[in-house]
């Protein structure tokens, strides 16, 4: 059976990051909060236009690879877009 990833804190404490996964599409706002908090740059704001014709915007994992699981971008999502999954070894 694969393990969890487990890491540690700076005291030494264990740490399970819980990476970014996936983003609901129909919870997104595209307000781009969780995409200028990312130290990472994982996140993008992509463009696209609505069913009325309007420019919308809506979140996008871009670069899952930096990610360290730090679950920031969930945190400060309004709508709880965010779904995260621990790492297996
Ligand atoms: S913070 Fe939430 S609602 Fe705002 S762009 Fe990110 S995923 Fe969308
Ligand atoms: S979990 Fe942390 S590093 Fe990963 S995308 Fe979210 S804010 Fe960026």
């Known amino acids: 059976m694969s393990e969890v990833l487990i890491s540690k804190t700076f005291g030494g404490f264990p740490w399970t990051p ?7 599409a129909s919870q997104c706002l595209g307000c781009g909060q969780c995409v200028e908090l ?21 979140a996008q994992i871009a670069n899952k690879s930096q990610c ?5 971008c969930g945190r ?3 709508r ?8 297996t070894a």
């Open 18 to 24: 819980l990476y970014v996964e996936a983003i609901d």
């Open 38 to 58: 990312c130290v990472q740059h994982c996140l993008s704001l992509e463009s696209f236009t609505d069913d009325e014709g309007k420019e919308r915007f809506i």
């Open 68 to 72: 360290i699981g730090c679950q920031a």
């Open 76 to 78: 400060i999502c309004a």
């Open 80 to 87: 709880h877009a965010y779904i995260f999954k621990a790492k």
